[in-house]
């Protein structure tokens, strides 16, 4: 029996492994009819842009949806760099040896597009250098969490773009609560349906509350190289920040945190009198309480936008949708219709924000484009 399930087993990775030849990567699909390869935008700042992948284990704290392992996190970091010729990383898998991650989910998010195998070339290249040396420093950190059901390659590049601008960036997945996290470098997947507890929505986001603590009291722990580089004094976090108002403070309370930026497209987000706050893709209309508008706020607000049109998808997907027009009706109910607005928002947004509140640069560095608004509260 036990030879039966090797031999089986030994089949399935042969397969896995024939497949990961067959998957067209690096943009370069030549050779490959109708294969589509999507680009992100480049990065604006001065800075080429270095990319790292690890992993990070929480010793002491058991994983609540499998609590015979230890909690573990995957991180991408992306970086100011000394590029030189190191490789560009490559999209959703990046930046080397995670191929199974993509096989467990390409399939699945193909089928729902309406797409066929090999139409859309989920490994194009980045601008992100694999593991290039790090650019002097030292510089602000931002750690970014995806909202659940999210991947953290869906923030590549609004990673690449603050990067660019000067800061370590830090995009975590949260096992259990993403589509697909592969422990890099063992090549395990998890998946939502490997766990063997059921955990309920608060406890998820009370895990993420924690992930997220354990991994800003362990930034100078995280590689060597990079140490000196990161400054753990000034740390911005962005993406998903907390259920509510109660987990918010938790967050602002963390040591080193000095700015929040919620871009998960949640219309009403209540803020924290202790740290600056941006909101991306909220609406102010839904903010009237006094005790919600405490210290500086932001908030912004993009007609036609949704919280998929917040991430890579918004671009990504888009440009899928201009190559095959039968995923634009999926497309569309995904990422809203205002693109590049919505994905250019973001990206410009925070940036502007972490610039003030992390850099010290002058008020008035955040600013928005036609067909957006903003509204400022600072009290």
């Avoid at 589509?36 to 992948?53: E, M, N, Q, T």
């Avoid at 080397?96 to 490994?123: H, K, Y």
């Amino acid at each position: 029996m036990r030879r039966r399930q090797l031999t089986s087993a030994l089949v399935a990775l042969l397969l896995a492994g024939i497949t990961m030849v067959a998957l067209p990567r690096y943009g370069d699909t030549a050779g490959w009819r109708d294969t589509f390869s999507p680009a992100l935008p480049p990065p604006s700042g001065a800075h080429d842009v270095g990319v790292r992948r690890m992993r990070l284990v929480d010793h002491d704290r058991r994983d609540p949806w499998r609590p015979d392992d230890d909690r573990t996190l995957m991180l991408d970091v992306h970086y100011p760099a000394d590029a030189g010729s190191r490789p560009l990383a490559h999209y959703a898998v990046a930046p080397a040896l995670t191929e199974f991650g993509c096989l467990a989910w390409a399939p699945g998010e193909e089928r729902r597009l309406g797409l066929l195998p090999d139409e859309v070339n989920w490994m194009f290249r980045t601008r992100s250098h694999e593991w290039a040396p790090p650019a002097g420093g030292p510089f602000p950190v931002l750690v970014g969490s995806p909202p659940p059901g999210v991947m953290r390659t869906a923030y590549t590049g609004i990673a690449e773009e603050l990067a660019s601008h000067g800061y370590v960036v830090v995009t975590v997945d949260h096992p259990f609560d993403a589509p697909a996290v592969d422990l890099y470098p063992t090549r395990r997947v998890i998946e939502p349906t490997d766990a063997v507890a059921t955990v309920s929505r608060a406890d998820a986001d009370a895990t993420r509350i924690a992930d997220i603590a354990y991994l800003t009291s362990r930034l100078t722990d995280l590689d060597r190289q990079l140490s000196p580089a990161l400054d753990p004094r000034r740390i911005g976090l962005f993406g998903w920040t907390g259920a509510d108002g109660t987990q918010r403070a938790r967050l602002a309370g963390l040591p080193g945190v000095a700015g929040i930026a919620d871009t998960t497209g949640a219309t009403r987000v209540t803020g924290t009198d202790t740290v600056p706050l941006l909101v991306v893709g909220g609406s102010p209309d839904a903010d009237q309480s006094g005790t919600e508008r405490r210290g500086w706020r932001a908030t912004v607000t993009i007609p036609g936008a949704s919280p998929r049109s917040l991430t890579d998808d918004g671009v990504v997907l888009t440009q899928i949708a201009r190559r095959y027009p039968r995923a634009e009706p999926v497309v569309r109910r995904d990422v809203g219709s205002a693109q590049p607005l919505a994905y250019r928002t973001v990206r410009r947004s925070l940036v502007g924000f972490f610039d003030q509140h992390l850099n010290g640069a002058p008020a008035g560095t955040l600013a928005v484009e036609s067909g957006v608004t903003m509204d400022v509260v600072a009290s």
